[in-house]
């Protein structure tokens, strides 16, 4: 986008885009990617199939579009200040517990997650490397983060592995949304979480504010 | 079934019932539940649409028996012997150790489950009754199993609370499922499985033997 044109001139289009990724967000996280029609997403949002082409020509575009929105808001939400798992460890912790308080407020989301993430095990699905690049990044910030502890006296025992804590700590919580989403009323994921960040640690962390 | 009849003269209905379920055992892993139609299943075991439908009158009674399919290999590899988890809390322990190799030795049921279970985190989806009394089966059977632990003296601490412990147990398996079928290198299920149930034990348990 040239950077001497107002934004506002291109603001009808970009409202119409976000229309769609939010359409789109609805329909995959109820549905799932692969049930879901382009037709349907241009019927729910009102544009045309050719309207919506002309932003997403593929459904792909818009599944990639729908994943970076997602991280967009998760990352403006609870990471947009953080120092970064290998500069404080206890803070990226504390953020993580705050993050699942924030995907306990937003149950279409993590339902989003939760299916496409299955879907995306068929490593031919085209979400499937962004998933993998995902988990990759996942486990190397846990892992970064539990050696900042590590190197601060802060772990509860030497014994702790870096990368098993992140293995163990994403399937945490990838496995309790399944839970929660199912029996809502069963399963508090932050508790759990932050129980389980804290079985690593030397000294509780500090109680979290509600970030909703 | 009457039982005077020798079971041979139903054996052509058994074992083509047997195709379908394989196929579309293989089918929802693939592609889940909701993008796998019915003609597809009837054209991969090469019946007709009125011979599938003859044995399963809707997708749903189909999706029923693969899901008891699943649930029958499983018991019959890991479970058929059991005590059961409120008489022997450890031996319950072994046994999903147990399962969780079975498990990855059979990355289309894993996927399978994966998947289904995802989609079925829509309280519309027809196999979510299924699951949600599924996942209340597994926490009260590991809660009765951390219970026994508890009466017997072999748990690590009097504060490790039943509830708790199941629900984080099934979803570090769960979660564990996922990122083992993206990036299988990086994840040992059984391993991980292992020292999450040793954590809450005064002692390690036995050392498994392969199910395979």
Redesign the interface.
């Given at each position: 986008m040239p950077k001497a044109v107002p934004q506002s001139s291109y603001a009808p289009g970009r409202v119409r885009r976000e229309q769609i990724i939010s359409a789109a967000f609805t329909a995959f996280g109820?549905?799932?990617y692969?049930?879901t029609s382009m037709s349907k997403i241009a019927e729910d949002c009102g544009v045309s199939r050719a309207g919506l082409l002309h932003h997403f020509p593929t459904k792909e575009a818009l599944l990639q579009a729908v994943l970076d929105e997602r991280d967009r808001l998760a990352y403006e939400k609870i990471f947009a200040d953080a120092p970064g798992p290998q500069a404080d460890g206890l803070d990226h912790f504390e953020r993580l517990v705050r993050l699942s308080a924030y995907n306990a407020s937003t149950p279409g989301l993590v339902?989003l997650y939760?299916?496409l993430?299955?879907?995306?095990?068929?490593h031919a699905h085209p979400a499937?490397p962004y998933?993998?690049r995902r988990?990759?990044g996942s486990?190397l910030d846990l892992g970064a983060a539990v050696d900042n502890l590590r190197s601060r006296g802060l772990l509860r025992s030497p014994d702790i592995r870096s990368t098993?804590t992140a293995?163990?700590v994403?399937?945490?919580?990838?496995?309790?949304q399944?839970?929660w989403?199912?029996?809502p009323g069963?399963?508090d994921m932050p508790a759990?979480l932050r129980?389980?960040l804290e079985?690593v640690l030397a000294e509780p962390l500090a109680p979290g504010e509600d970030p909703r």
């Open positions: 109820a549905v799932g692969r049930q339902s939760a299916v993430s299955a879907e995306a095990t068929d499937h998933f993998s988990y990759d486990r098993d293995i163990d994403i399937a945490l919580m990838d496995g309790l399944i839970q989403l199912i029996s069963v399963v759990r129980e389980r079985s």
